[in-house]
């Protein structure tokens, strides 16, 4: 209204995006339009990126409210790979519900749940084949627990111990897979997206047919490696999928001030010549069908694909922040796209090949599968009792071979115990 009101004589004025809702107004998703599943089709993946720019201002959606798939979207996926998805993402919540705890219990300094968003990284991990690598960010642990990775490595890692993979040296979260294709998670902003891109190249160069996918917080597409990622991806025609995973929020930052006031973050695709969707990222089969286009894209050669995985981060950005004092506290109860647990679980609900029940009993079994592997972890040690990896072994692995310096340092620090 003002800015219309506007004159060239009024003076300039500063503009600061504010988010819709703050502590104690009413949640308000008003500005975010959400086509009904199945309303959007799907294009052939050698499609020109010229040919689909209304993809980016749209929103790919399989599962209607019923539960059913619906749409030229829906992917073709077996009851028993859907109930896999189901298991890895209810083990993923129950996972992160163990962790927190152990936060609070002063096992571990540090922890970051990715409730509301298990959708992406379990549908992705199981639609990406072995060998393609993923390149995530801290929040898509559901990635590891999809494909297999033990719990009891992940929570060795978080609780700094004597069996921690990473001997201590990283924070917590920033976890390294090579062997279920996992880079290793770094915590500078969006350094991963060039480097998927990186990857992708180097595999086109060898003739491979293992593709990357990337990924970044729309937070994080502010970051420059977002825009050399996508300049690069483009030029090259990189087998890569270059993911936004939108959940609304960077830390206490609202998506509008990482310039999403006035378009979405898929559109950024079009600029640099590259085709974008933008997918609700709460229905798991969505998740599944873009994965699927966008994979199918890569290994033909098309090159890549941005995808903005539209969510809402539920629980706070970490252990150390608190969402209360800059969101309606009730916010995440509002959004409008569900829970994506619950929206696949109904779907198999009504199609007949799961019920109330087994979810009970599923839900129990993840319980009791977390409880065990912390059991086992914590045997190893945590921050109460200080077994962690030998102090010595903080000079391994800065460079291949210890270089004379280090060794020095090495010698003086055991000369001091
Ligand atoms: C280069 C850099 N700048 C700032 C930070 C601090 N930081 C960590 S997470 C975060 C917010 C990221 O938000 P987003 O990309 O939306 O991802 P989300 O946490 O919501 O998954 C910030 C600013 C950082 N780790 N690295």
Redesign the pocket.
């Known amino acids: 209204m003002d800015a219309q009101r506007s004159t060239p004589d009024d003076g300039l004025r500063f503009h600061l995006p504010s988010p819709p809702a703050r502590p104690g107004d009413r949640p308000d998703f008003s500005y975010l339009p959400i086509p009904p599943a199945g309303a959007v089709p799907r294009p052939d993946p050698a499609v020109a990126a010229a040919d689909i720019p209304d993809y980016a201002y749209s929103l790919v959606r399989v599962l209607d409210d019923d539960g059913r798939a619906v749409g030229d979207w829906a992917p073709s996926v077996g009851a028993e790979e859907l109930r896999a998805g189901l298991r890895a993402m209810v083990l993923t919540r129950a996972y992160d519900a163990r962790m927190l705890t152990a936060h609070r219990q002063g096992k571990t300094s540090f922890y970051?749940q990715?409730t509301g968003?298990e959708a992406f990284a379990v549908g992705h991990a199981l639609a990406l084949r072995p060998g393609d690598m993923f390149f995530p960010?801290?929040?898509q642990q559901g990635w590891l627990i999809a494909r297999g990775w033990p719990l009891v490595s992940m929570m060795c890692q978080v609780l700094s111990n004597e069996r921690d993979p990473l001997h201590g040296r990283q924070m917590p979260i920033m976890y390294s897979a090579k062997d279920v294709d996992f880079f290793t998670i770094s915590?500078?902003?969006?350094?991963q997206y060039v480097q998927a891109v990186g990857w992708a190249v180097a595999s086109s160069i060898r003739g491979d047919t293992r593709i990357a996918s990337g990924v970044?917080?729309?937070?994080?597409?502010?970051?420059a490696d977002f825009h050399h990622a996508l300049t690069f991806a483009a030029t090259y025609r990189a087998p890569v999928i270059l993911n936004v995973?939108?959940?609304?929020?960077?830390?206490s930052?609202f998506?509008s001030i990482?310039s999403g006031e006035h378009t979405t973050f898929a559109a950024r695709a079009i600029g640099y010549g590259l085709p974008a969707l933008r997918v609700d990222a709460n229905d798991y089969l969505a998740v599944v069908a873009a994965t699927r286009w966008a994979a199918e894209r890569a290994r033909a050669n098309h090159g890549a694909t941005v995808i903005e995985w539209v969510t809402y981060?539920v629980a706070a950005?970490?252990t150390s922040d608190d969402p209360s004092r800059y969101r309606p506290a009730d916010e995440s109860a509002a959004w409008p796209l569900g829970d994506p647990i619950d929206r696949l679980k109904r779907h198999l609900i009504a199609i007949g090949e799961w019920s109330e029940q087994q979810h009970g009993e599923l839900v129990e079994q993840a319980r009791d599968e977390v409880r065990r592997a912390a059991k086992e972890a914590e045997q190893y040690g945590s921050l109460l009792d200080e077994r962690t990896s030998p102090a010595r072994s903080i000079f391994d692995d800065v460079f291949e071979e210890l270089p004379p310096h280090l060794v020095e340092q090495r010698r003086w620090m055991e000369g001091l115990r």
Do not use: D, K
């Open positions: 970051m990715c968003e960010t801290y929040r915590g500078n902003l969006a350094t970044v917080g729309e937070g994080a597409t502010a970051e995973v939108n959940n609304q929020w960077a830390i930052t998506q990482a981060r950005h970490s």
